[in-house]
């Protein structure tokens, strides 16, 4: 993934990175809903996991000190970054305005 990150979030497409790790409870409840929105959204939005235990240079990169961390990346610049669950309402919120 290091080497593939740069150049997905450069993408001309809006890119929704969860900052996560597999001993996190909250970001098992994140992820099912990623899952739905990644679905409604399709094409639209590309949905990434990072695993901040595997991924360590990227989390660092972007400053990620807790899970889940949500950053929202359009053409390659930050448009959104929130630590904790989002409600799927939320997210809707946040991506109407930015899609």
């Known amino acids: ?16 990175v969860d900052f996560h790790a597999v001993w996190c409870s909250p970001c098992k409840m994140q992820a099912p809903v990623l899952k739905e929105i990644a679905a409604e959204y399709g094409e639209r939005l590309k949905v990434i996991k990072i695993d901040v235990d595997q991924n360590n240079s990227i989390a660092m990169r972007f400053l990620v000190q807790s899970v889940p961390t949500l950053i929202i990346f359009k053409n ?11 409600t799927k309402a939320q997210l809707r919120s946040i991506l109407d305005k930015l899609l």
């Not at 390659?76 to 989002?86: E, I, P």
């Open 1 to 16: 993934m290091k080497g593939n990150f740069q150049s997905i979030i450069n993408e001309n497409q809006v890119v929704l």
């Open 76 to 86: 390659g610049n930050v448009a959104y970054r929130q630590s904790g669950v989002h």
